[in-house]
């Protein structure tokens, strides 16, 4: 049974505080828990201001529906908030 792990490390530029943070975040999380049935996490820099690391995981039958899942996360993410910078993300299969 194959599971699908996504880091994602962002850049959040106008964000002014850690509470502006998490209020940018959440409804990221969020949505991509909703649309496409993935766990999501803040992963680190729990208290750096602009950048953080969202982990997303996917469990599938088949490790290829996985990737794919995840890689629709990735596009999906780009597309729906411009204004969060992707500066590395890295998609394992385990």
């Known amino acids: 049974m194959p599971i699908g792990i996504l880091s994602l490390s962002i850049y959040l530029a106008d964000c002014q505080s850690l509470k502006?943070?998490?209020?940018?975040?959440?409804?990221?999380?969020?949505?991509?828990?909703?649309?496409?049935?993935?766990?999501?996490?803040?992963?680190?820099?729990?208290?750096?201001?602009k950048n953080?690391?969202?982990?997303?995981?996917?469990?599938?039958?088949e490790s290829v529906h996985v990737r794919q899942v995840l890689q629709s996360v990735l596009e999906f993410t780009e597309t729906n908030w411009p204004d969060i910078e992707i500066i590395q993300f890295d998609i394992e299969i385990l």
């Open 52 to 61: 953080a690391l969202i982990g997303v995981a996917c469990l599938g039958n």
């Open 20 to 49: 502006d943070k998490r209020a940018r975040i959440k409804p990221v999380l969020h949505r991509l828990h909703r649309e496409f049935n993935v766990s999501t996490a803040e992963m680190e820099y729990n208290d750096v201001w």
